[in-house]
C-alpha cells in the first residue's frame, strides 16, 4: 500500500476523535464555550486550506487532484460541522461520521481487492445500527431499522460518484443527515425516548 494512501486511511479510522465535541460540557473553564472552542479549531484547519491552496503547499495525503481544490480533509471537517451545528442530534452525527470515517476506507479497499459492494452496505448498515444501539435515542427497533436503511442508502450512494471539486468525505456525512432529519421530521415520535 502507497504511503500516502495509508496515511489517508489511518486519518480516516483516528477521525472519531472529534465527536468527543458531544462528551465535553458546554462551559469550559473561564466561560469559554465548546462552541467557541470548535468554531476556533474549525477556522485554524480553515485557514491552514486557504494557505495551502494559495502557496500550493502539498499536505501529507493529498492526492494529486486536490491540489487547486478544497482538500478531502477540509471538506470532512466542514461536513462534521454541518452535523455540529446545523443537525446538531448526536443520533444522527454520530453514526453518520462513524460510517464516513470507517466505511469511506473500507470501500477503497474493498474495490481495489474487487470484494462485493454488498459487503461495504452491509458494513455501514450493521456499523450505523450498532451505533444507534449504542447511543440509545431511538427506542424502536424499526425505527432504528429505518434510520440505518435510509442513512446506509444515501451514504452507499455519495461513496461511489466522482465529482471534480466535492469529495465523498462531505457528502456521504452531509447527504445522509439531511435525510435523517427529513425522516425525524416526518417521524417525530421515532427518535424520543
Known sequence: MEWSSAFRRAVHIVSPIFLAY?????TLPGGISRTAVTLLFLGTAACIEIARMALGIPLL??????GQ?????????????????VIKDPNIV??????????DP??????????SRGLVVAAYFGLFFAAEFA??????????FLFAALATAAATLMEGPKIPQVDDDLLMQVVPMAVLAL?????????SP
Open 22 to 26: 458531544y462528551l465535553i460540557p458546554e
Open 61 to 66: 495525503g493529498l492526492r494529486p487532484y486536490e
Open 69 to 85: 481544490r478544497v482538500s478531502a480533509y477540509a471538506q470532512g471537517a466542514l461536513g462534521l460541522a454541518f452535523g455540529l451545528f
Open 94 to 103: 454520530v453514526p453518520v461520521f462513524l460510517g464516513m470515517a470507517w466505511i
Open 106 to 115: 473500507l470501500a477503497a479497499f474493498a474495490r481495489k481487492r474487487k470484494w
Open 135 to 144: 447511543l440509545g435515542g431511538i427506542p424502536s427497533w424499526s425505527a432504528r
Open 183 to 191: 425522516a425525524y421530521a416526518v417521524f417525530p415520535g421515532a427518535a
